[in-house]
């Protein structure tokens, strides 16, 4: 099963209603004990230079797919992660069914953080 991401970085050129068209996005926090500590690194602040800088990381396929389902999220990246210390954290892959990044009002990527993430610890 496809994990199934929801973001509140509405400022986000990837964030469509709180979907994300990226292909893949990377979540960093190599340190991180909480959520606080991790960012989502694909962030970049809607403007037409940062749309066109990412049509190579446009998810085509799963915004079609998205188009015909609308009681369901088809249109989810693939998730990298730097975050090791979390439990979701599968060979810097993330393995949770349900990602949730949060960034409301964000302008870098420091004003996001993955609120899923859970310490092994």
């Known amino acids: 099963m496809a994990t199934k991401l929801m973001c509140s970085a509405g400022t986000c050129v990837n964030n469509i209603s ?14 991180a004990r909480s959520s ?10 809607k403007g ?11 998810n085509i396929p799963g915004e079609i ?3 015909f389902s609308r009681n369901s999220i088809e249109m989810s990246p693939e998730i990298q992660c730097q975050a090791i210390n979390c439990s979701y954290n599968h060979n810097k892959l993330c393995a949770a069914r349900n990602v949730q990044i949060y960034g409301p009002g964000a302008i870098t990527s420091e004003g996001t ?3 899923t993430f859970t310490s092994k610890s």
Do not use: Y
């Open 18 to 31: 709180g979907l994300c068209t990226a292909k893949t996005i990377n979540v960093h926090g190599i340190k």
């Open 36 to 45: 606080i500590d991790t960012e989502c690194e694909t962030f970049a602040e």
């Open 48 to 58: 037409i230079k940062n749309a066109l800088s990412n049509l190579v990381n446009m």
């Open 65 to 67: 797919r998205q188009v």
């Open 113 to 115: 953080e993955c609120e």
